[in-house]
């Protein structure tokens, strides 16, 4: 899993804090992250334009462009609703100029780590395992997400990945292992060394193959075949 994060605020100390805040706390929770710092509203929003970010830490008290105005830009003018805002201040009187934009949580400054961990980061993951559940994945400095529910499969070359969705394909470098232990409770199944399938796009299965949607045929590994088997009896079942 990864995270996209912005952080806006006039302050570099401020700024410095969060990053350094953020990184410990997504390092304890094995979460890959690219974090971007702005210190204006302006320089944000023009990178808003072509960047996705999954969350924004966004001080009001800006110059220029306020917090609240850049809020109403994100959620108005550019229709994103999906950007969690965490807004920082050192005053607490906004919270009906804030309500329109829908922040996650509001931060009062000096900025606390288990404030940042408590009323932010757990509560965007609670958020987030309850919504559409999304793959994340990093290539260079970028994370890309998909939903978990449009992934075909997964094929393994040579520590490079190919992960093959509903209507497009991609490659990244990453961990057989590591993918699976984030996608095996949505109808995974780890057939081979370097193939997991979803288990919804299988058109025709036997004891040592597999066919997906999109014709493509996978040999399920002699050492795998009768867990295999398993897994999908507990699927069919509807069992975790």
């Given amino acids: 899993m990864a995270i996209s994060i912005a952080i806006c605020d006039d302050e570099i100390e401020i700024c410095s804090q969060l990053e350094s805040i953020l990184t410990e706390q997504l390092a304890k929770r094995k979460i890959e992250c690219s974090i971007e710092v702005f210190n204006t509203g302006k320089a944000l929003c023009r990178e808003l334009k072509r960047t996705k970010y ?3 830490f966004l001080d009001i008290e800006l110059p220029e462009m306020d917090g609240i105005q850049i809020g109403r830009y994100i959620r108005e003018e550019l229709n994103n609703q999906i950007l969690q805002i965490a807004y920082i201040s050192s005053k607490q009187e906004y919270a009906m100029e804030l309500f329109d934009n829908r922040p996650i949580n509001f931060l009062v400054k000096p900025i606390v780590a288990d404030k940042v961990k408590e009323k932010v980061l757990d509560k965007y993951f609670r958020l987030f ?7 994340s994945y990093k290539k260079r400095s970028d994370i890309f997400k998909v939903p978990i529910e449009e992934i075909l499969y997964f094929q393994n070359n040579n520590r490079k990945v190919t992960v093959v969705t509903l209507d497009h394909r991609d490659e990244f470098y990453g ?3 590591g993918i699976y232990s984030e996608v095996k409770n949505h109808k995974f ?11 919804r796009y299988i058109t025709r299965l036997s004891a040592n193959e597999v066919t997906m949607t999109d014709g493509e045929i996978f040999s399920i590994s002699q050492s795998r075949r009768k867990i295999i088997r398993s897994e999908c009896l507990r699927i069919r079942r509807g069992e975790k």
């Fill in 175 to 177: 961990s057989m292992d």
């Fill in 189 to 199: 199944l780890y057939i081979h060394k370097s193939t997991i399938v979803n288990y």
């Fill in 129 to 135: 395992s309850q919504d559409n559940p999304m793959f």
């Fill in 54 to 56: 999954d969350l924004l």
